[in-house]
């Protein structure tokens, strides 16, 4: 802004009208600085000044290499990282080959491979070395490859075993679980028929059964505690953990086979049987199992119905075996009266203090205490009071110092087995004759 000042005011009729004056100021110095001047600020006697009308910024100038090299970085790193795009493009696209691969490899070996007679015989050597003889047939030794050593089951060729045959394969091949035995293979050439497994060099629990103070056979009670446990997540995978749960029907200690480290896996599905899935209750039309093994309800409907209990009646029984060091088979087949004492009831005693067992270990003693309480709750006479395999996991895998409670002595525990019922279980003398529906 400029201060003027008020020269002339005239009247010139209606309306008035003002009029300014200045006086024009001297640029003639600052054109010759080749600047312009203006009035000077609050400033009233004519005075000028110079000012730069040009507002000059300062710039800085970039050396074209540094602008080169920065592009050509900013170039580099985006083709590094259109590389590493690529990379994982590809490296991903590889690990999904590499995964259906696998994939395809596992479900190939996880379908039991089919061999003829030929391959039986090449694989066992013409059956050169028997490792066993039972009442369904003959088991050899075999390789499949130099690293591979396997167990060749020649099955009887008699009336009924090739319901069984068939029963395992179709069970067998769907199940996989680190306490089942794996079937690798099978043959069924004309009246040929077998069942290849992996060979387990320790052979089958059985063979691991004595009495504490065998020193030079006894495994120890925490290798006992660790074979128990497997074999219970063993059973409970086979009721709970299949899409339709299996009744083994067949839980003994020569079922039970064992690893380098003894790790049991549950063996010969022979007997085996699909369930419906929500299904307590199974229809049968005939007893089977082993004796010394079968729950009271696969002899006698007195006994209740035949369901997923039953496996854990044969359960407590094998349980009883590794606590006692003694077979019950053979033990009972030596009861040559009702009142000689029978094997869950000297079970009750060892508990009870009146049958001794020597263990020296405080720990030891806890782990045959909870081995035998528990064996002497899956075998109750009554379905019902017996406890779930889930449960059984539970009491048996913990680590906590529980109080587990005995049970009532099964012999004494009910009023639906008949003096004739007691003494026929305790002399095994069974006959496998048809259930009424």
Known sequence: ?????????????????????????????????????????????????????????????????LIYISAGSILMGLLLIALFKIHLYFRKKEEDQVRVDKFLEDYRAQKPTRFSYADIKRITNGFKEKLGEGAHGTVFKGKLSSEILVAVKMLNNKEGEGKEFINEVGIMGKIHHINVVRLLGFCADGIHRALVYNLFPNGSLQSFIFPPDNKDNFIGWAKLQQIAIGIAKGIEYLHQGCNRPIIHFD????????????????????????????LSVVSMTAAKGTLGYMA?????????????????????????EMVGGRKNVDMLSSVETFNDVLYPEWIHNLLEGDVHIHIEDENDVKIAKKLAIVGLWCIQWQPINRPS??????????????????????FHSTSSMTANDEHTLARRSFQMEVIQE
Not at 265 to 274: E, N
Not at 297 to 307: A, I, K
Request: charged share 20%; with cysteine; net charge positive.
């Open 296 to 320: 009271p309800e696969v002899l006698s409907r007195n006994f209740g119905n035949v369901s997923l209990k039953s496996d854990i009646y044969s359960y407590g029984m094998l349980l009883l």
């Open 1 to 65: 802004m400029f201060d003027v000042s008020i020269i002339s005011v005239q009247e010139c009729g209606s309306p008035w009208s003002l009029s300014l004056s200045w006086s024009k100021q001297n640029c003639t110095e600052c054109e010759a600085k080749g600047m312009k001047c203006k009035w000077k600020n609050n400033y009233t006697k004519g005075e000028t000044q110079c000012f730069d009308c040009n507002n000059k910024r300062k710039t800085i100038q970039i050396p074209k290499s």
């Open 251 to 278: 839980i003994n200690p020569h079922n039970v086979l064992l690893d380098d480290s003894f790790t049991p896996k549950i063996s010969d599905f022979g007997l085996a049987k699909l369930c419906s899935k929500n």
């Open 389 to 410: 395999i889930k449960n059984v996991v539970q009491m048996l895998d913990t680590r906590e110092d529980i109080q587990l409670i005995v049970p009532p002595n099964p």
